[in-house]
């Protein structure tokens, strides 16, 4: 089907591919631009490195969209106020809709005290480091023997299995600021690492947290069944260190020597219920815990520095869209500027759902498209301007000989997969630039 209209969208993981798919299917074309060399962003870069099938799966799915002839993939560029085009330079081009896909690709801190201290990092940035995304796969971690990680999320889970298979540390302190029955890890992801549970430690908080749970009427029995119900699945142990949990505490603080982390300090809390919901209230009462490294696994926020409109961390939404999709609003307040995936909702479900949003945000940019005449964007006019970037740029014929050179690579080290974590290497891979 010959295309007539032009759709730019801005990022390649799943919720980028699969509107870029949807729309290119429909006759539109579609100018995918991505920050980072390869395509796949959260299933690349995101997913805990053995989940091999599952990753394998949405490769095959990002080919396919990738593979059409109304789609065309420019990456290595970044599109940011301080980047190679700016959000404005991007609709002068004259597309007739763009879709954002970026992600939530700012980092989100609280503003504690010692937040710049060497060992205390965001989660973001150590699972990037350890799925070889550059610059982060590059990055010198100071991973210690005594770790906490603030939050009790999947995200939680993915680097506390890290830190303890991987770095082999001692031990990882779980920092929840309520309790057992509110953390918010599935069982499926918990039983990589509930064998390494400390269960001494743990009845102990169980015991120490029992007043305040009682406070709410709250069965202590329903907390401990939430973190062990994934023991009957767990994984088998393959390393010495333990993790525990310490419940109604939020961070206020982290304390350090000659520039590193030493200490964590904690408010303890006291649980609140309010129309049905727990909540956390502190009690001024602060304790420290020794600790080597402190991760933030606190979700991730929008990246200001794109030029949207933003409030309250997020892209600003329109309230009252002409083309929602299942009720949910796609648009912002630009004329034909839609969101979709985390962009839309930060750190909100996982692939599944970022795909699902995506093809969302492209039957809605499908609807607006009815009802205008294409605005006449001349795809080759783009092409030239984005190939005069002083910077090397990657096609789609690029991505194809990059996965092949690392597929033959990871059959003759005998691994599932292979993966170069620097931008010199892949870009010696595909031709772009000279070997050193």
């Known amino acids: 089907m010959e295309a007539t209209y032009c759709v730019a969208i801005i990022g390649a993981g799943p919720a980028g591919l699969f509107a870029a798919r949807e729309l290119a299917e429909k006759g539109v074309r579609v100018i995918v631009f991505n920050r980072d060399i390869k395509p796949g962003g959260l299933v690349e870069y995101g997913i805990y490195p053995d989940k091999h099938n599952m990753k394998e799966m949405l490769r095959k799915q990002f080919r396919i969209a990738l593979d059409h002839p109304n789609l065309d993939y420019y990456g290595?560029?970044?599109?940011?106020?301080?980047?190679?085009?700016?959000?404005?330079?991007?609709r002068n081009f004259n597309f007739d809709a763009i879709l954002v896909a970026a992600g939530a690709q700012g980092t989100k801190w609280l503003g504690?005290?010692?937040?710049?201290?060497?060992?205390?990092?965001?989660?973001?940035?150590?699972v990037y480091g350890y799925n070889s995304l550059p610059p982060y796969s590059q990055k010198k971690f100071r991973i210690g023997k005594r770790c906490a990680i603030i939050g009790t999320g999947n995200v939680m889970v993915d680097v506390a299995r890290h830190l303890i298979q991987n770095q082999r540390v001692d031990e990882v302190v779980v920092i929840n600021r309520r309790g057992p029955a509110e953390v918010n890890f599935t069982k499926d992801e918990m039983k990589h690492i509930i064998s390494y549970l400390d269960l001494e430690a743990f009845d102990e908080e169980m015991r120490r947290i029992q007043p305040a749970l009682q406070t709410i009427n709250q069965n202590p029995e329903m907390g401990r069944q939430?973190?062990?119900?994934?023991?009957?699945?767990?994984?088998?142990?393959?390393?010495?260190?333990?993790?525990?949990?310490?419940?109604?505490?939020?961070?206020?603080?982290?304390?350090?020597?000659n520039g590193s982390v030493t200490k964590l300090e904690v408010e303890e809390n006291i649980l609140v219920e309010k129309n049905g919901q727990i909540g956390a209230r502190g009690t001024g009462v602060k304790r420290t815990i020794d600790v080597d490294t402190v991760i933030f696994?606190?979700?991730?926020?929008?990246?200001?520095?794109?030029?949207?409109?933003?409030?309250?961390?997020?892209?600003?939404?329109?309230?009252?869209?002409?083309?929602?999709?299942?009720?949910?609003?796609?648009?912002?307040?630009?004329?034909?500027?839609?969101?979709?995936?985390?962009?839309?909702?930060?750190?909100?479900?996982?692939?599944?759902?970022?795909?699902?949003?995506?093809?969302?945000?492209?039957?809605?940019?499908?609807?607006?498209?009815?009802?205008?005449?294409?605005?006449?964007?001349?795809?080759?006019?783009?092409?030239?301007?984005?190939?005069?970037?002083?910077k090397p740029i990657i096609l789609k014929e690029d991505v194809k000989r990059l996965e092949a050179?690392?597929?033959?690579?990871?059959?003759?080290?005998?691994?599932?997969?292979?993966?170069?974590?620097?931008?010199?290497?892949?870009l010696q891979i595909m031709g772009l630039i000279e070997t050193a």
């Open 76 to 90: 290595n560029v970044l599109i940011a106020n301080n980047g190679d085009f700016s959000f404005e330079e991007i």
């Open 112 to 126: 504690l005290p010692g937040e710049e201290l060497d060992g205390v990092y965001h989660a973001k940035d150590v």
């Open 226 to 257: 939430r973190i062990m119900e994934s023991q009957p699945k767990a994984d088998p142990k393959i390393a010495d260190g333990k993790f525990r949990f310490h419940f109604l505490a939020s961070p206020t603080a982290m304390f350090g020597e």
């Open 297 to 390: 696994a606190i979700g991730d926020t929008i990246d200001e520095s794109l030029g949207l409109q933003t409030a309250a961390n997020e892209f600003v939404q329109e309230h009252e869209p002409r083309f929602p999709i299942n009720s949910v609003s796609f648009e912002t307040p630009v004329d034909g500027v839609f969101i979709g995936g985390w962009a839309r909702k930060a750190s909100n479900g996982l692939v599944g759902y970022a795909r699902r949003d995506g093809t969302h945000a492209a039957q809605a940019i499908w609807q607006f498209l009815q009802t205008r005449q294409p605005n006449g964007a001349k795809a080759d006019v783009i092409d030239a301007r984005i190939k005069g970037l002083s």
């Open 405 to 426: 050179v690392e597929a033959e690579e990871a059959k003759r080290r005998g691994l599932e997969f292979f993966k170069c974590s620097t931008n010199e290497e892949m």
